[in-house]
């Protein structure tokens, strides 16, 4: 059974940093290209970064680029989010996902707040 845990979420001023974490389950984790999504209400889910299977290539929405960076352990079966200089449109659900695997399922997300 495929399971996506996404935590690290908070509160924080505009400027700040925080560190999400994503540990995946259920699948070959090391086979997959793995993702960051983000929702606030009412809009589409937003891609974010993306990480390939050994880390070798990383690519980023422009919003994020220069100020967010993706990583992963495989060997923990975890994907991170290093989320530096924070702006209140970065404020949302934040998502983890192996989109290659064809299924509908999404974890229960971490929220991320930042205050003006």
């Known amino acids: 059974q495929v399971q996506f845990v996404e935590s690290g979420g908070g509160l924080v001023q505009s400027g700040g940093s925080l560190r999400l974490s994503c540990a995946a389950s259920g699948f070959s984790f090391s086979s997959y290209t793995m993702k960051w999504y983000r929702q606030t209400p009412g809009k589409e889910r937003e891609l974010v970064a993306s990480i390939t299977r050994i880390g070798g290539l990383t690519t980023y929405a422009d919003s994020v680029k220069g100020r967010f960076t993706i990583t992963r352990d495989n060997a923990k079966k975890t994907v991170y989010l290093q989320m530096n200089s924070l702006k209140p449109e970065d404020t949302a659900m934040y998502y983890c996902?192996?989109?290659?695997?064809?299924?509908?399922?999404w974890g229960q997300g971490t929220q991320v707040t930042v205050s003006s």
């Open positions: 996902n192996a989109p290659t695997l064809g299924i509908d399922y």
